[in-house]
């Protein structure tokens, strides 16, 4: 049993501090992290690594971009969906 | 598009939405599209290739659909109705040859008993992909392959010369008169990227089971066939099958996109035209002012055409029910090029994102590559390529490596500067400004074809002429 908003928080502080390196920030669950351009193409190949790494959910390459998730919300959704 | 089409396609649509009580819209639309991709065609210097072209992005399509169908899945009813409405088109279309004057091709289309015989071939190779090329790995490689070898002969100088000698020797002209421009195969660079994304999507297990009505229709939708948008198979068909009625709501929806498009496309882009950056012009300028002049212009002229162009496509959808996805979003407005390259051409740079960024950075991520190494060859080659999709020549391979070099620097700035406080206004106008001077010359080696030229404009635009 994955639970969401432990997702939420892990996914939080990967991308702050791996990706944005901003330890002290804080991302809202429904904040945009692709169209509100705080991700960028390469550091999205990164979170996908992560994801599959951390819960073995698979992020197709085709799937990396808006449409199919913008917030941590959907992301986490997504990954539950898919954990092993 | 000309207006005339364009006017046509609207009065169909404005027509259409008083009848969908009575007659199917995703019949309407495939008959539609299968139509309009011979009526679009220009014509072709080769003999009977302004039908042969446009009945091949068909014939790719359903072939592309039987390699694609899901591992359990048999024909359908509708399957065999659509695959005889291609057949039978075909032929009635071919027949048209017998009218004192042409119908909907740009020239008299060829004899009907060889299109039957193609159409037959074209029938036993469709069946045999489905029956034993459908949904494996090394087939719908080899598939995706060949789409992209047409696509590279048709946009390779020398290539697309001797393709074009071999097809006139073929039909009974002289091959020593080929060039490159021979065949203007309308639409195939958009056709050949919608063929990859379900073959691939296919090949990864992720595309779903469509019939070949719809999927024809995806591929050749005639507001989107010469110029995009390039939408997702996933996100097309189930527009199709919606329930849609052509209210007030969505009149004014598909007008207003239809007028700005038609404004920007017929009145700004084509008023530019008359003094933006081109061969001549750029040859006799030597005035610094007036060249930046010229480049400007280019610049809001390029903008204003494509731009237009997507309107009036996304408009035409709208007027059938369709929403096709945006293709700009203000790109002269970004503070920097990975914005502008988020704004321009938005499908193009997700569609090379999907399926070559993203798997080429992965591949060197997990093979350990260093950080900025991964991002300098993933940025640098999917500009490169984007540059070569639209012509394999030198002046846009230098264009999209201008692109993927600025790019690779921003990226480097902007990890430099990761946690730093927001730039102040006055520091954003001038990126602002700035990210339009780089794209701005930027175009100088999109728009002149010879590098000695587009080195003499460089030279004018900064006083050393």
């Known amino acids: ?84 | 598009m000309t207006l005339q089409q364009i006017f046509v396609f609207a009065a169909l649509g404005l027509l259409a939405g008083r009848a969908y009580g009575r007659i199917s819209r995703p019949w309407l639309l495939f008959a539609a599209s299968a139509l309009a991709v011979f009526w679009l065609q220009p014509a072709a210097l080769v003999r009977g290739f302004d039908f042969w072209l446009p009945a091949a992005s068909l014939g790719l399509a359903a072939l592309v659909w039987a390699l694609t169908l899901p591992a359990g899945a048999s024909l359908t009813r509708e399957d065999k109705l659509a695959a005889a409405a291609l057949a039978v088109g075909g032929l009635l279309l071919a027949a048209t040859r017998y009218l004192p004057t042409v119908l909907l091709t740009a020239s008299r289309p060829p004899q009907v008993e060889l299109v039957a015989a193609l159409a037959a071939a074209l029938a036993l190779l469709a069946w045999l992909a489905g029956r034993f090329g459908r949904g494996r790995a090394a087939v719908l490689g080899a598939a995706t392959l060949a789409v992209l070898a047409i696509l590279v002969a048709l946009k390779a100088e020398p290539l697309a010369r001797g393709l074009n000698a071999g097809l006139r020797s073929l039909s009974g002209q002289d091959p020593s008169l080929a060039t490159a421009f021979d065949l203007n195969w309308l639409g195939f660079s958009y056709i050949a990227f919608r063929l990859v994304h379900a073959l691939r999507d296919r090949a990864a297990g992720r595309l779903a089971h469509y019939g070949l009505r719809d999927f024809v229709t995806y591929i050749v939708f005639f507001p989107a066939l010469a110029a995009g948008p390039i939408e997702r198979v996933e996100r097309f068909v189930p527009q199709l099958h919606e329930r849609f009625l052509l209210g007030a709501a969505e009149l004014q929806a598909a007008g207003q996109r239809l007028v700005t498009g038609l404004f920007m496309k017929f009145v700004l882009a084509d008023v530019l035209a008359y003094f933006a950056l081109n061969p001549a012009l750029g040859a006799q300028t030597t005035s610094t002012l007036w060249m930046w002049v010229l480049l400007v212009a280019y610049a809001w002229r390029i903008f204003f055409d494509f731009a237009g162009y997507t309107h009036i496509a996304i408009g035409l959808g709208l007027l059938f029910g369709i929403r096709l996805p945006e293709n700009f979003a203000r790109p002269y407005s970004q503070p920097n090029l990975t914005a502008f390259w988020n704004s321009w051409h938005i499908t193009l740079a997700q569609w090379f994102r999907a399926y070559f960024f993203n798997p080429l950075t992965r591949y060197l991520r997990t093979h350990k590559w260093p950080v900025w190494a991964v991002v300098l060859v993933g940025q640098v080659s999917t500009m490169a390529l984007i540059g070569l999709w639209h012509g394999v020549t030198l002046n846009f391979l230098i264009w999209g490596l201008w692109h993927g070099v600025g790019l690779f620097v921003h990226s480097q700035f902007a990890a430099a500067r990761k946690g730093a406080p927001a730039p102040a206004r006055w520091q954003h106008v001038l990126s602002v400004l700035g990210t339009f001077i780089y794209v701005a010359l930027g175009w100088v080696w999109f728009v002149l074809p010879q590098q000695a030229q587009a080195l003499h404009v460089l030279r004018v635009l900064f006083g050393l002429g």
Request: net charge negative; proline share 1%.
């Open chain 1, 1 to 84: 049993m994955t639970d969401k908003n432990e997702i939420i928080s892990k996914l939080n502080t990967y991308i702050t501090t791996e990706l944005l390196k901003r330890p002290d920030k804080t991302i809202g669950a429904d904040e945009a992290l692709i169209s509100g351009g705080l991700i960028d193409s390469f550091s999205l190949v990164d979170l996908a690594l992560f994801v599959e790494q951390s819960w073995g959910a698979r992020i197709d390459d085709t799937e990396l971009n808006a449409q199919t998730f913008d917030t941590l919300g959907q992301l986490a959704e997504l990954i539950a969906a898919r954990a092993s």
